[in-house]
Structure formats: structure tokens, C-alpha cells
């Protein structure tokens, strides 16, 4: 379950940093708050580490096992961002899923990414393929071997299960750091929009 939502945060962060910023719409809200969109987050999340911000997006999903995680999307539903309960919300409901939303919450670095994650991340594949048991759940549980709507992402996944490892090595060579930082919002509150 790590790898099907580290791999939606990763993914979220490797098309944002080719598709730039869509949405320079960040504004202050008050003096300690910066409110901003998907787009504008994705396009540059270190920028917002250890700040508080307000974000709007549309839910795309909710973790069905522990309710402690959901997806936001933007203008484009592959690239998300990960937000974790907490503050007024110890769990998200799935009612949730679909509805546009407010968050209050605190950018967090929620993952770093380094040689021996992705050696690791490499093993278990390999491990799961000898027992042919790799298995990943689009968001209505039905098994796929990719958490993505688009048919040539999963067709990729398919053909190549090693295809995240192989991006993330890329990535984290080009970088020239010893990892990759993957962030998320901590949330402190999450308000329905209306539409």
C-alpha cells in the first residue's frame, strides 16, 4: 500500500516539475496563510515547505483502509497532491471523493527518495513478480498494475512494473542530491466547497 501512494505522490511531482506552473494564483489569505491551488502548489512544493497554506482542489481519493490520506487534483486528475488527516479531521470520510474542498494545512517533506528506497522499492518488485502477485487497485479496487486513470500509463505499468524505479533513478540523478523530497500537506481543517 506504501508504494501505490508514494507512487501517486511521485508521479504528481515528476508532471508538475515538466508542466510548470499552470496557475500563478497565490495569494495571501491573511499574513500567515498563503492560499493557492493545485496547479500552483505542483509547480514548485519545496517553495512552500514548513508554511501553512490554504489549498482548493477537487478530491480524487480517499484511502479506503485507514481514511488517513486523500488526493487533491487540479486542472489535470494525474497530478495530485497528498494531504494527511489530522487537526479537525482524524480520519476523511469518502463522501468526500469527487467534491471540490478548502484545506488548512501545514507542507510537510513526507518522503525523501534515496538509492537505497528505490533499491528496496526494485527488491520487493522483484520479490512480487517471482510470487506474480503484483497487484495495485485503481480507486474503486479494481486490480491494475498502475494507480492511473490513463489506459497507456497502466498499459506501461503493465508491460514495465519497474517503470516508477526506473523515473525515479533519472530524476534523482539529474537532481545531483543524495535524495528526492516528495511533499505533502498536514492538514488542520477541511472545508466542502459548494458548487
Known amino acids: 500500500m506504501k508504494n501505490i501512494f508514494l507512487l501517486l505522490a511521485v508521479s504528481a511531482v515528476i508532471i508538475s516539475s515538466s508542466t510548470g ?5 497565490n495569494k495571501e489569505a491573511d ?3 498563503l492560499s493557492m491551488t493545485v496547479d500552483t502548489f505542483l509547480a514548485s512544493p519545496g517553495k512552500w515547505a514548513g508554511k501553512e497554506v490554504v489549498i482548493t482542489g477537487t478530491v480524487s481519493h480517499v484511502c479506503r483502509e485507514s481514511g ?3 488526493f487533491l487534483f487540479g486542472s489535470n486528475p494525474e497530478e495530485t497532491v ?3 488527516a489530522g487537526g479537525d479531521n482524524s480520519t476523511f470520510d469518502l463522501k468526500y471523493e469527487g467534491a471540490d474542498v478548502e484545506i488548512t494545512g501545514t507542507v510537510v517533506e513526507d518522503e525523501k527518495i534515496d538509492a537505497n ?14 510470487d506474480k502477485d ?3 487497485c485503481t480507486e474503486d479496487n479494481k486490480a491494475i498494475s498502475g494507480q ?18 526506473k523515473e525515479l533513478r533519472q530524476q534523482l540523478e539529474k537532481s545531483g542530491k543524495a535524495y528526492i523530497s516528495i511533499y ?12
Open 21 to 25: 506552473c499552470k496557475n500563478s494564483g
Open 82 to 84: 497528498k494531504i494527511n
Open 68 to 70: 488517513k490520506k486523500l
Open 31 to 33: 499574513s500567515s496563510k
Open 134 to 136: 503484483i497487484k495495485v
Open 117 to 130: 528506497y528505490l533499491n528496496e522499492w526494485e527488491a520487493d518488485i522483484k520479490k512480487n513478480a517471482a
Open 184 to 195: 505533502a500537506i498536514d492538514s488542520k481543517n477541511l472545508k466542502e466547497l459548494k458548487k
Open 148 to 165: 492511473t486513470k490513463d489506459t497507456a500509463k497502466v498499459k506501461e505499468a503493465a508491460e514495465d512494473p519497474y517503470a516508477g524505479v
